[in-house]
Structures are given as C-alpha cells and as structure tokens.
T-cell receptor, first 113, second 112 residues
Framework: NAGVTQTPKFRILKIGQSMTLQCTQD?????MYWYRQDPGMGLKLIYY???????DKGEVPNGYNVSRSTTEDFPLRLELAAPSQTSVYFC????????????FGPGTRLTVT | TQLLEQSPQFLSIQEGENLTVYCNSS?????LQWYRQEPGEGPVLLVT?????EVKKLKRLTFQFGDARKDSSLHITAAQPGDTGLYLC????????????FGKGTLLTVNP
C-alpha cells in the first residue's frame, strides 16, 4: 500500500492564482482531513470529510474549498491565492471504526508571492 | 475551538539526558494522541491514550494520561540523537473522536 499520497510536493504561486492540491489514499478510509502547518503553530484543520459526498469546515476554512467524489480522493482547492496561504499542507485519513490513528501524507510546501 | 497547551516549545539536551513534555487543556479529553514529526514528513502516531490515569510505554518513551483526562505527559529516558524531532499532542473532545486539535508542538534536539 502507498498509504496517503500528496501532489505536488512543492509549489510557488503568484497572488491571485488558483491551484488544486491532490490527496489520495489507498486504505479505504472513510475519514479524510486537510491541515495546514505554519512555523511554531502546530496543525490547523482546514476541512474534513467523513465519507464520499460529505465535507465539513474545520478551524480555518476561509480561502479554501474541497470535494469528495470518491472514497480515495480529497482534493483541496485554492481559488485566489494570498500570501497568508503560504504554508505546508498535510492530508490525512483514518478508519471510521474506533481506531484513532490518522495517517498523514508527506505534505505540500506552498509559497504564495 | 478547544485549546490545547503544549510545553516547552523548544528543548535542546545532550544525549543520555531525560526529558518531559507536557500537554494541557481546561476541558476533558475523550482521547489524546502523541505524534512525532521529522523534517519534510508528515506526523506519525506514537500512542493513543483514552482512560484517565493510563500509562503506556514505548521503549524509552513513557506516556501518561492525567486522572481527570485534562493533561498528558511524554517522558523520554536516556534520549538519543534519533529522538530528535517535533512532538505533537492532539486531543479529541466530546463525541467527535474523528476530529483532532493539535498543540503547537515541542521541537526536541538531542545533541551527541
């Protein structure tokens, strides 16, 4: 199993540009998450999904959108990139049964200039 | 949003020393997890604690969950350079065990 994969690994965007961060998991997990990690700030939850077709906002959803058309994929969309969105983005997944572990992808380092 | 305080934020020690990292909240956790993150990678789960007073050991790492389930600690005995990394605690509250709130992390450096 590949686990949780994210693409791209690095990206530089200009202010106002759009992009989609891809996340795929091959563990048949129902729950998927998007976090951002800023220096010294831990991880902040952006959006999460408890299954295909169901998404909900986390702590810091402004400026982002998500969709979950399949169990495997959970893309994160930035419509109008701003410097405040410069961060490292992590996707994670977990089973819906009583197993608390979240499995994280390797992250996408995004810079908006 | 529930708040989760983690301390210290930075810790630099010599190989062989012991250390303790703390994680606190004013609310009762339903579960708490400790993750370790290395540079350029995502966090990896070390342990999950659920029961108040619970103690779990993972080689030289000892995890304690407070009796009131509002705090937790991670103790490393005889730290080694391979223990270097960012240690994150993450808590769940109420019925939403699927949603975690992360602390800011403790960046540990173990010098040879």
């Amino acid at each position: 199993n590949a686990g949780v994969t994210q693409t791209p690994k690095f990206r530089i965007l200009k202010i106002g540009q759009s992009m989609t961060l891809q996340c795929t998991q091959d563990m048949n997990h129902n729950y998927m998450y998007w976090y951002r990690q800023d220096p010294g700030m831990g991880l902040k939850l952006i959006y999460y999904s408890v299954g295909a077709g169901i998404t909900d906002k986390g702590e810091v959803p402004n400026g982002y959108n998500v969709s979950r058309s399949t169990t495997e994929d959970f893309p994160l969309r930035l419509e109008l990139a701003a410097p405040s969105q410069t961060s490292v983005y992590f996707c994670a997944s977990r089973r819906s049964t009583d197993n608390y572990e979240q499995y994280f992808g390797p992250g996408t380092r995004l810079t908006v200039t | 949003t529930q708040l989760l305080e983690q301390s210290p934020q930075f810790l630099s020690i010599q190989e062989g020393e012991n250390l303790t990292v703390y994680c606190n909240s004013s609310s009762v956790f339903s579960s708490l997890q400790w993750y370790r993150q290395e540079p350029g990678e995502g966090p990896v789960l070390l342990v999950t604690v659920v029961t108040g007073g619970e103690v779990k050991k993972l080689k030289r790492l000892t995890f304690q969950f407070g009796d009131a389930r509002k705090d937790s600690s991670l103790h490393i005995t005889a730290a080694q350079p391979g223990d270097t990394g960012l240690y994150l605690c993450a808590g769940a509250w109420g019925g939403s065990n699927y949603k975690l709130t992360f602390g800011k992390g403790t960046l540990l450096t173990v010098n040879p």
